[in-house]
């Protein structure tokens, strides 16, 4: 069965840091593009990072850019988000995703953990 | 950013309604459109890819068309487990790839 789980989400104060993974089963790992997205309660979908299968390429919202670093480690079928100087706009359930074809169409996604940034 | 305006933002329907979604792009995506369902605590599900392409596994009274700007999710039929929230997400070339605010089905 093809399955995303995350995990590490939970209560950070602002400023602080939190590193969000993903473990992926039932498929190839390394031949996909993997995301995560998040989503605000209440709200719609928010794109926030891609990673290329292979080569590291990466891509970020500009939001997160210069405080999120998404990474991946093939030999684990893991994939990472480490999240630093979070604000409480960051605050959202995160799901990874993996992408159908190219970069942006998910036909697979986790159940998501929760991040709360609260003081 | 390209953005992406669902219409309407919510609507009430009755099992056996035809129920069309549209959501307009703010510059030409081509055929570049996916449409998501969501119920409530659960992760998004892709229902089509490429405008109009049905993945795997969803069921036929699902229907995707147009390309450019403006596009359409069509359900035939609406069954009870349809009652949930839709999402279209822009997959264009670039990021960020930008989703709707969202249309949510509810029971009349």
């Known amino acids: 069965e093809v399955q995303l789980l995350e995990s590490g989400g939970g209560l950070a104060q602002p400023g602080g840091s939190l590193r969000l993974s993903c473990a992926a089963s039932?498929?190839?790992?390394?031949?996909?593009?993997m995301s995560w997205v998040r989503q605000a309660p209440g709200k719609g979908p928010e794109w926030v990072s891609s990673i290329s299968g292979t080569t590291g390429y990466t891509n970020y919202a500009d939001s997160v850019k210069g405080r999120f670093t998404i990474s991946r480690d093939n030999s684990k079928d893991t994939l990472y988000l480490q999240m630093n100087s979070l604000r409480a706009e960051d605050t959202a359930f995160y799901y990874c995703?993996?992408?159908?074809?190219?970069?942006?169409?998910?036909?697979?996604w986790g159940q998501g953990t929760m991040v709360t940034v609260s003081s | 950013d390209i953005q992406m305006t669902q219409s309407p933002s919510s609507l009430s329907a009755s099992v056996g309604d035809r129920v069309s979604i549209t959501c307009r792009a703010s510059q030409s995506i081509s055929f570049y459109l996916n449409w998501y369902q969501q119920k409530p605590g659960k992760a998004p599900n892709l229902l089509i890819y490429?405008?109009?392409r049905l993945q795997s596994g969803v069921p036929s009274r699902f229907s995707g068309s147009g390309s450019g700007t403006d596009f359409t999710l069509t359900i035939s039929s609406l069954r009870p487990e349809d009652f949930a929230t839709y999402y279209c997400q822009q997959s264009y070339s670039t990021p960020p790839w930008t989703f709707g605010q969202g249309t949510k089905v509810e029971f009349k």
């Open positions: 039932g498929f190839t790992f390394s031949n996909y593009a």
């Open positions: 490429a405008a109009s």
């Open positions: 995703a993996k992408a159908l074809t190219g970069w942006a169409t998910y036909d697979i």
